[in-house]
């Protein structure tokens, strides 16, 4: 079975900083790996999608995305964070065949003036 | 650009009441999920939908809850006689025939609230 492991439940940055938010995954195939972003008491917005190809993908609002298969990992960082930044976000790690999507507990980040 | 609808957004009802939550995904998309979220909490899958039937459903979605495409363009989740536990965000999802990449777009999310 999928999984997807967030090592970081809060994260506080300041503005202007460098991110990087954790996701390592778990799946035994070629995975589906997407980073959705939740702004308090909305939906999610999808940030960043991999399947194959290039390993660093960009994504909407200055985000990417690095996979490693070594490392089972698909962190996402930002050269520079801005205050609209705050929210939480989540890792998500899919199949083929258009199945259910697994998220991991998500990461808050907090963006400090 | 087009979008998931989901009505409503907060629904509040007391415990053993029914309650459906309704979505309206993307025109053209033809594969459907619900998933839900307890406040502070991961979100989980509950079921996918395809072809009027269920392609895929969690051990969440037991007998208390039902799907339905009662039309070419609503998606119901119905939850028969709901409890405490029950109260999270659902959020609906779909994705189009021609996914690439196997991307759900999401709906805003109803809340509900049950007493």
């Known amino acids: 079975a999928q999984s997807v492991t967030q090592p970081d439940i809060h994260i506080t940055v300041s503005e202007g900083a460098s991110l990087e938010l954790r996701c390592n995954y778990s799946?035994?195939?070629?995975?589906?790996l997407f980073w959705y972003v939740q702004s308090p008491g909305q939906g999610l917005q999808l940030l960043l999608k991999?399947?194959?190809?290039?390993?660093l993908v960009q994504g909407i609002k200055g985000f990417e995305a690095e996979f490693k298969r070594s490392q089972s990992s698909f962190n996402l960082r930002k050269p520079s964070v801005h205050w609209s930044d705050a929210a939480e976000y989540f890792c998500?790690?899919?199949?083929?065949?258009?199945?259910?999507?697994?998220f991991g507990s998500g990461t808050r980040l907090q963006v400090q003036p | 650009e087009p979008e998931v609808t989901q009505t409503p957004s907060h629904q509040v009802t007391q415990m053993g009441q029914e309650v459906i939550l309704r979505c309206v995904p993307i025109s053209n998309h033809l594969y459907f999920y619900w998933y839900r979220q307890i406040l502070g909490q991961k979100v989980e899958f509950l079921v996918s939908f395809y072809n009027n039937e269920i392609s895929e459903k969690s051990e969440i979605f037991d007998d208390q809850f039902s799907v339905e495409r009662p039309d070419g363009s609503n998606f119901t989740l119905k939850i028969r006689s709901t409890k405490l536990e029950d109260s999270a965000m659902y959020f609906c999802a779909s994705i189009g025939q021609g996914a690439r990449y196997n991307e759900q777009f999401f709906g805003p999310g109803t809340r509900l609230t049950v007493l």
């Open positions: 998500a790690v899919g199949a083929e065949g258009r199945r259910a999507l697994t």
């Open positions: 991999y399947f194959s190809g290039d390993t």
């Open positions: 799946y035994g195939a070629t995975p589906y």
